[in-house]
């Protein structure tokens, strides 16, 4: 902005500058030719006089100077905005080097100690997400098989237990009633030796009190 202010005020002076010269150049003509009217002529000569020729010499030496003045007023103006846009060149210059630098920052973050743009970052970022979201996935689903595996397991194993648990009583009783019949035939088979046995005896007395 300041830049434009700058390169319009040098050419209004220019314009200024240009305009003055016009000026005081048509303001000669017309002052030379008021001279050179006011002049006699002799035949093909021209003749002035000398405090006429003074006169207008002083303002032609007056003008030349005012010129030379304003010419370098105008070029030392024009110097300085010169300066002044090489040092605005230069400030741009570093602004657009801060502001690339800035954006590059602001583009980019540390990650794991090295500078990772924003965009890669968020990649890296969601990726690891979902490989975690997935991870925790596959192990509910591998926790739930295994669940369902356990409680199967622990409901056979109970059944199991159920059934040996009443084979066992079942094999108790029958060991039992087992047992309780072997004892009532060899109680039985004792009586009958012992009545055999009784029988036999009577008989052999009887026999030998005939």
């Known amino acids: 902005m300041k830049s434009s202010q700058n390169i ?48 207008f010499w002083k303002v032609v030496t007056d003008t030349l100077n005012m010129n030379q003045r304003n010419l370098t007023q105008a070029n030392n ?17 570093e602004t657009k080097a801060e502001l690339e630098a800035s954006e590059e920052v602001n583009s980019s973050i540390g990650f794991l100690g090295i500078q990772v743009n924003k965009i890669m970052y968020n990649i890296v970022i969601w990726a ?3 490989g975690l979201c997935a991870a925790i996935g596959i192990l509910y689903v591998m926790y739930s098989n295994s669940n369902k595996v356990t409680r199967s397991t622990k409901k056979e194993f109970s059944q199991l237990a159920t059934e040996f648990s009443e084979y066992k ?21 004792e009586d009958n030796r012992i009545k055999i046995s009784q029988k036999l005896g009577y008989n052999k007395d009887s026999s030998t009190i005939s």
């Open 128 to 130: 690891i997400i979902a």
């Open 8 to 55: 319009f005020t040098a050419i209004f002076i220019l314009i200024l500058v240009a305009s003055s010269f016009m000026s005081h150049a048509q303001d000669m003509q017309e002052q030379f030719k008021e001279f050179k009217g006011d002049a006699s002529k002799w035949q093909e000569y021209t003749m002035f006089k000398h405090h006429e020729l003074d006169q």
């Open 169 to 189: 009583e079942k094999a108790t009783k029958k060991q039992i009633s087992l047992k309780r019949e072997l004892q009532t035939a060899i109680n039985t088979l």
């Open 77 to 93: 103006r024009i110097n300085e905005l010169s300066s002044r846009l090489d040092s605005i060149g230069i400030a741009l210059q």
